[in-house]
């Protein structure tokens, strides 16, 4: 009912920046927050940061200086601008879209993933 589709993954050297892209599309009525995690090979999933709404942000002390997260809340899109990626940034980073409410749907909403975009950094 509700798809999240990532687009903006690749190879980028050490130092580089990349542009995470997620949309959300569905009979959409509102989303509460969106944000981003990663999961690197043979660890556990991390929040990397979350928008609200209005605005409001958090990031992961990891990301801090480096990450801006961002969204259009029209186009029910959020975004992740990655600057001096380091080759620890390397992981499978997912949308998460939070507290969605849809037409016909429950009135608490529902929590919603994508499928996962591939950022490696390295030389």
């Known amino acids: 009912q509700v798809q999240l589709v990532e687009s903006g993954g690749g190879l980028v050297q050490p130092g580089g920046s990349l542009r995470l892209s997620c949309a959300a599309s569905?009979?959409?009525?509102?989303?509460?927050?969106m944000g981003w995690y990663r999961q690197a090979p043979g660890k556990q999933r991390e929040l990397v940061a979350t928008?609200?709404?209005?605005?409001?942000?958090k990031y992961a002390d990891s990301v801090k200086g480096r990450f801006t997260i961002s969204r259009d809340n029209a186009k029910n899109t959020v975004y992740l601008q990655m600057n001096s990626l380091k080759p620890e940034d390397t992981a499978v980073y997912y949308c998460?879209?939070?507290?969605?409410?849809?037409?016909?749907?429950?009135?608490?909403?529902?929590?919603?993933w994508g499928q996962g975009t591939q950022v490696t950094v390295s030389s």
């Open positions: 998460n879209a939070i507290n969605v409410r849809v037409v016909g749907g429950p009135v608490l909403g529902l929590d919603y």
């Open positions: 928008i609200t709404t209005r605005g409001s942000t």
């Open positions: 569905g009979s959409i009525l509102s989303i509460n927050a």
